[in-house]
């Protein structure tokens, strides 16, 4: 089971977050409340451990802009949050090894969400960012074959559920474990990470079930 953290806006929530098990962290560039700026989340991604996956989260931001933010920040994949079509999805791809295309749960786009070209998808609630939970029946409209993680409203509480229902590859999580927007809390996340791998069908063995090695490149 994959779990990204997502909404870091600080370095000690960043290591919290892979010192609790995390195989993944996530650096907010869209207007919210939880956006941080490009070299705080450099000074941030360099301390970092090679075989974290940092994301950059985007939403309806320029193809040559996600680039620049991306390599300038010291990240390794690009979260696109928006409308982005095909076309911009690809030419982010083009120079971002590791992209990930977020769809809300019931956008007629997920039907097609093979057509983007990555094999990650991530599934929100109908308004994305917003923590709102959706019908986790909803991922069945996935084409097969795509890795889905399932975001939206999770909790320490709602994880394990969710997982059983949904049976997504990963999870995302960000309000659902603060103590305050934008400041995590150990305890949640601990227990957000402990629930989601326990509801898991199939045990989280370490690298070698991701679908990259995400230090590969380092």
């Keep these: 089971m994959f779990v990204k953290i997502c909404g870091i806006t600080n ?8 010192a609790m098990g995390a195989d993944a962290v996530g650096f907010v560039f869209a207007p919210s409340t939880r956006q941080v700026g490009v070299q705080k989340v450099y000074d941030i991604t360099r301390r970092l451990p090679p075989e974290i996956l940092t994301v950059g989260v985007f939403r309806d931001e320029l193809p040559s802009r996600v680039i620049d933010i991306v390599h300038r920040a010291g990240l390794k994949a690009a979260q696109l949050h928006g409308h982005e079509n095909p076309a911009a999805v690809a030419e982010v791809a083009a120079q971002v090894r590791w992209v990930i295309k977020a769809f809300p749960a019931a956008s007629p786009a997920l039907l097609k969400a093979n057509d983007y070209g990555v094999d990650i998808v991530l599934v929100d609630s109908a308004t994305p960012g917003s923590g709102q939970v959706f019908d986790w029946g909803l991922v069945d409209d996935v084409p097969e074959g795509l890795r889905i993680v399932l975001a939206g409203g999770l909790t ?6 969710a997982v059983g229902r949904a049976k997504p590859w990963g999870v ?10 934008g400041k995590k809390d150990a305890l949640k996340l601990k227990a957000f ?4 791998r326990k509801a898991a069908p199939v045990a989280y ?8 090695d995400w230090a590969d490149d380092e």
């Design 172 to 181: 995302d999580v960000s309000s659902g474990v603060e103590r305050a927007p």
């Design 11 to 18: 370095e000690d929530d960043a290591l919290l977050s892979v």
């Design 193 to 196: 990470i402990d629930n989601a």
């Design 205 to 212: 063995l370490g690298p070698d079930e991701l679908p990259y």
């Design 156 to 161: 320490p509480e709602n994880v394990g559920a």
